[in-house]
């Protein structure tokens, strides 16, 4: 059994202190915040204001295939991670649409032809006719149109992060309103200036661990929470647009969830009007009955980005740094933590010195 210190308690720091403690290691866990529920004040972990959306078909018009590839693996990993928390309506498997207004073909062209890329074998986009998607949904209209992306999922962040948090059990304490100022070979310098010891130190601090060696930079994301009782969505869908992509994700049947801005900014001040006017604009576009929903909530945060765009996972004896996973975090995190942990022989109960002279 080896003690492990966790710096970060946002989505990859709940799942590897839930998976290590199950594994039967000693976690402690430590987050500037004031304990496990979300603030919801731009300040938090971005995982909280996230839509879940978990789809390696569409984000190939932004990302490398090896993003999707591990997008494909986690899908099947939050399946059975959702299993074993008891909570498997917090993930489903659906498939999702992308839908473009009848002025707004070519741009959908441009982005069907970047999707088509996919490797051979991997699921493709298909085209719905109006009869079709009438019938796997019923509730949109006025879509010129629409394709059906086979196989993607979703999960609910904040279910899921509470759920990873609660279940971690006995193995795990959590340390809130603990920053840590550094993370080094089996050591978390806490910023009060303790040094706590442990066999492995894991630094998934997100924005937080930025330094000169791991040149973080925050982009803005902002989204529109609603309450629409009955809106009969049954699957997240994409609304392309030659300026923007606006997505609507259902969040059980009385809630949705529209999303979001991507701006290279580092500001945390709440939702612009600008921002707000376009997500509900395009979601009232597709669902005219959203006229009546309600606004629950306008939230924001940054999502953690290198220069590349590109996750990083970087392993040395009695230390595991993840970070950069940008806007694709819950499509990769449980891909990443697998390789991560077998990285560094985790996953079984070896500590680090059994490692070193193994
Ligand atoms: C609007 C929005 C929508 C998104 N939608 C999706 C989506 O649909 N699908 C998808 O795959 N991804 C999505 N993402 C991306 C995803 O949320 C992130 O990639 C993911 O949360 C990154 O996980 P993380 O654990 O690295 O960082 P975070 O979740 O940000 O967690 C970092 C943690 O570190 C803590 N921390 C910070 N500083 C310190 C310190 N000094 N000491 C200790 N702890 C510290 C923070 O308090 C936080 O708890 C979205 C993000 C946003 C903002």
């Not at 694709?328 to 449980?334: D, Q």
């Amino acid at each position: 059994m080896a003690s492990i210190g966790i710096a970060g308690a946002g989505l990859l720091g709940r799942l590897l202190a839930w998976q290590l403690a199950r594994a039967g290691h000693c976690v402690e866990v430590f987050d500037p915040a004031a304990g496990p529920a979300p603030s919801y004040d731009g300040q938090g972990a971005a995982a909280f204001s996230a839509a879940g959306m978990l789809s390696p078909l569409a984000e190939l018009d932004h990302a490398e295939a090896g993003i999707a590839a591990l997008g494909w693996r986690s899908i099947a990993l939050w399946r059975d991670i959702v299993e074993q928390l008891g909570a498997p309506e917090s993930f489903s498997q659906r498939g999702s649409l992308l839908l473009a207004h009848r002025s707004d073909r070519g741009a959908a062209e441009r982005v069907l032809a970047r999707l088509g890329r996919a490797p051979a074998g991997w699921p493709q986009a298909q085209p719905l006719d109006a009869a079709a998607l009438r019938a796997l949904e019923p509730a949109l209209q006025g879509v010129a149109h629409a394709w059906l992306l086979p196989d993607e999922a979703q999960v609910q962040p904040p279910a899921v992060l509470a759920q990873l948090q609660a279940q971690a059990g006995e193995g795990v304490r959590w340390h809130w309103g603990r920053p840590v100022a550094q993370v080094l070979p089996g050591q978390v310098l806490a910023a009060d200036g303790a040094a706590l010891r442990f066999d492995w130190a894991i630094d998934v601090r997100g924005l937080g661990a930025r330094s000169a060696a791991l040149p973080l930079r925050g982009v803005r994301g902002e989204t529109v929470w609603l309450h629409a009782p009955a809106h009969g969505l049954q699957r997240p869908l994409r609304l392309l647009h030659p300026r923007h992509t606006v997505y609507l994700v259902p969040r059980g049947p009385d809630r949705l969830f529209a999303g979001a801005s991507e701006i290279e900014s580092e500001d945390r001040s709440p939702v612009s009007l600008r921002s707000a006017v376009e997500l509900m604009a395009a979601a009232h576009s597709v669902l005219p009955d959203l006229a009546e929903a309600r606004i629950e909530r306008l939230d924001r945060n940054l999502r953690p980005a290198l220069p590349d765009n590109a996750p990083r996972t970087e392993v040395q004896p009695g230390l595991l740094r993840i970070n950069g996973l940008f806007r694709h975090g819950w499509l990769m995190a449980p891909a990443l933590v697998a390789d991560a942990l077998a990285a560094c022989a985790l996953a079984s109960r070896k500590t680090s010195k059994e490692l070193l002279h193994a």
